[in-house]
Each structure stands twice: as structure tokens, then as C-alpha cells.
Nanobody, 123 residues
Framework: QVQLVESGGGLVQAGGSLRVSCAAS????????MGWFRQAPGKEREFVGC????????YYADFVKGRFTISRDNAKNTVYLQMNSLKPEDTAVYYC????????????????WGQGTQVTVSS
């Protein structure tokens, strides 16, 4: 199994940028499609985006496309979520997740989850 730990969350003002990281241990990160999800209080966990094993292709939810970028450094066993032009509605706990198969946009497509990191965007 793989263990995932998110970091880099914090408080940022609207329009600002933040990069959150997901570090993996126990398994080689390149074995997995990696996804990012977020969950705001009282809301369901929602798909942000994902990146294939090679890092050549990414997929994003419509509401973040053009603002967020997912990348991975398999040599460092780390996946990143770069968030630009942040809005107050982006406030949520951000989770990374690993899929042993082909990934997807659903929570049930992923097999392993980190504990999340809080991102708060002030207006």
C-alpha cells in the first residue's frame, strides 16, 4: 500500500496563489494515477483533477480549468496542485488520492487517500 501526506495549505487572499503537495511513501508514485479532490464544510467531496502515470496528460473539473495545474515528479514521489487566481469558494480541505487502475472523477475510482490540507481563501 501507499501512504499519502498533503502539505502546503494555508490562508491566502482572493486572487492569490498557493501550491499544495502530496508526498507518497511505501510505494513508487509512478504506479498510480493521482487525483486531487476538495471538500468544503457541508459539501460533498468533489473532483478537482487528475494526472496520468507518466504526467503527460491531465484532466480538470470545469470550475478549476485555467486556474489550477496538476503536475508530478515521480523521482521525488510527489504530486503538486498549483492554484492561481484563488476565490473564496475555493476554500476547502484538499485531498490527494491514488488509483491503482485508470483513475477517474469519482471518489470510488481511488484506492488510497491522504489526510487533507486546509486551504482558506479570504475575500
Amino acid at each position: 500500500q501507499v501512504q499519502l501526506v498533503e502539505s502546503g495549505g494555508g490562508l491566502v487572499q482572493a486572487g492569490g496563489s498557493l501550491r499544495v503537495s502530496c508526498a507518497a511513501s511505501g510505494r513508487t508514485l509512478s504506479s498510480y494515477v493521482m487525483g486531487w479532490f476538495r471538500q468544503a464544510p457541508g459539501k460533498e467531496r468533489e473532483f478537482v483533477g487528475c494526472i496520468i502515470r507518466s504526467g503527460d496528460v491531465t484532466y480538470y473539473a470545469d470550475f478549476v480549468k485555467g486556474r489550477f495545474t496538476i503536475s508530478r515528479d515521480n523521482a521525488k514521489n510527489t504530486v503538486y496542485l498549483q492554484m492561481n487566481s484563488l476565490k473564496p469558494e475555493d476554500t476547502a480541505v484538499y485531498y490527494c488520492a491514488a488509483s491503482t487502475l485508470h483513475g477517474g472523477s469519482l471518489v470510488r475510482d481511488y484506492d488510497y487517500w491522504g489526510q487533507g490540507t486546509q486551504v482558506t481563501v479570504s475575500s
